[in-house]
Nanobody, 124 residues
Framework: QVQLVESGGGSVQAGGSLRLSCAAS????????MGWFRQAPGKEREAVAA????????YYADSVKGHFTISRDGGANTAYLQMHTLRPEDTAMYFC?????????????????WGQGTQVTVSS
């Protein structure tokens, strides 16, 4: 059974940094995409970033370009999200996800497996 487990969330002041990790297990191949999504209270879940199976292609939401970096370990279904210059509007539950097909890396509906989430809180 595929499981994704996020870690690294916490509380940080505006302008600070956090690094999230996602460890996937139960799958023998490299997921075509792994992605990070977030959901703030009262809002829909939205894409943050995604990365292809070899790490050769990355995709970012406009709101985080230049501040967040997604990466992935070669040979393992492990993904990371390095977040710099965090803002209060980045406060959300952050979820790791994995897709079984290429196609739409920033579409929530494209992903099959989801982690339980890790909370990121940015104070001003």
């Amino acid at each position: 059974q595929v499981q994704l487990v996020e870690s690294g969330g916490g509380s940080v002041q505006a302008g600070g940094s956090l690094r999230l990790s996602c460890a996937a297990s139960g799958y023998s191949y490299s997921f075509p995409y792994m992605g990070w999504f977030r959901q703030a209270p009262g809002k829909e879940r939205e894409a943050v970033a995604a990365i292809s199976h070899g790490g050769g292609s990355t995709y970012y939401a406009d709101s985080v370009k230049g501040h967040f970096t997604i990466s992935r370990d070669g040979g393992a279904n492990t993904a990371y999200l390095q977040m710099h210059t965090l803002r209060p509007e980045d406060t959300a539950m952050y979820f790791c996800a994995a897709a079984l097909r290429f196609g739409y890396p920033l579409r929530t509906s494209h992903y099959t497996y989801w982690g339980q989430g890790t909370q990121v809180t940015v104070s001003s």
